[in-house]
């Protein structure tokens, strides 16, 4: 059963437009959200992250969004640029800090020049 | 402040070889974490150490074992390799402990083929 999902494989935006990648979750004690990006042969970087007590968080291009009652998370890129292009992927975990990080499978985006 | 350090970066191994792998997280970090890349499996948990105990544990069979040193490093063995064990591996670190949102930073990975 997967907890984490990212019901879109792959999406494809224009440079300069708005990127927006979306992921859902199941557990309801998942309270930390992380957002991952990974070029190919490398690992993970950290992108930004959000917790249960806020809805939004923003960090330059990248921000996040959390709905809490849909269990759902988005996160925004603006503007998109190409070397954004990679797999994103989001995690999460509780906020304890105990229990493993689980993946999305990840959501491919290409920023076309 | 170096980064999560694994070693080797590539290697090719033969079915029913065994292998180990190194992290050395970053500087101060406890916690380390093994995960499984494979194409259209996302990241798989295999297994996390803190303070040299397993904490916790995927769903992966017994011939994938670990550990952690005192000085925080890790090692994964995986034995009696298969052709479908061939994959990215990605190791983690972070402080662990309780402290709330510790953020998990990653290594580049050793990517394993089995031929």
């Known amino acids: 059963d997967q907890q984490v999902k990212q019901n879109s494989p792959s999406l494809s935006v224009q440079e300069g437009r708005i990127s927006i990648l979306n992921c859902d979750y199941t557990?309801?004690?998942?309270?930390?959200f992380l957002w991952y990006k990974k070029y190919p042969a490398e690992g993970p970087t950290f992108l930004i992250s959000?917790?249960?007590?806020?809805d939004k968080n923003e960090d330059g291009r990248f921000t996040v969004f959390l709905n809490k009652s849909a269990k759902h998370l988005s996160l925004h890129i603006v503007p998109s640029q190409p070397g954004d292009s990679a797999v994103y992927f989001c995690?999460?975990?509780?906020?304890?800090?105990?229990?493993?990080?689980?993946f999305g499978k990840g959501t491919r985006l290409s920023v076309i020049a | 402040k170096a980064g999560v350090t694994q070693t080797p970066r590539y290697l090719i191994k033969t079915r029913g070889q065994q292998v180990t792998l190194s992290c050395s997280p970053i500087?101060?970090?406890?916690?380390v974490s093994w995960y499984q890349q494979t194409p259209g499996q996302g990241l798989q948990f295999l297994f996390e150490?803190?303070?040299?105990?397993?904490?916790n544990k995927g769903n992966f069979p017994g011939r994938f074992s670990g550990r952690q040193f005192s000085n925080s490093r890790s090692e994964m063995n995986v034995s009696t390799l298969e052709l479908g064990d061939s994959a990215l591996y990605l190791c983690?670190?972070?402080?662990?402990?309780?402290?709330?949102?510790?953020?998990?930073?990653f290594g580049e990975g050793s990517w394993l083929t089995v031929v």
């Open positions: 983690a670190s972070s402080l662990g402990g309780v402290t709330p949102g510790n953020t998990i930073y």
């Open positions: 557990n309801s004690m998942f309270d930390y």
């Open positions: 959000i917790s249960s007590i806020k």
């Open positions: 995690a999460a975990r509780d906020l304890s800090g105990n229990t493993p990080l689980v």
């Open positions: 500087s101060g970090h406890r916690s």
């Open positions: 150490y803190f303070s040299e105990t397993q904490r």
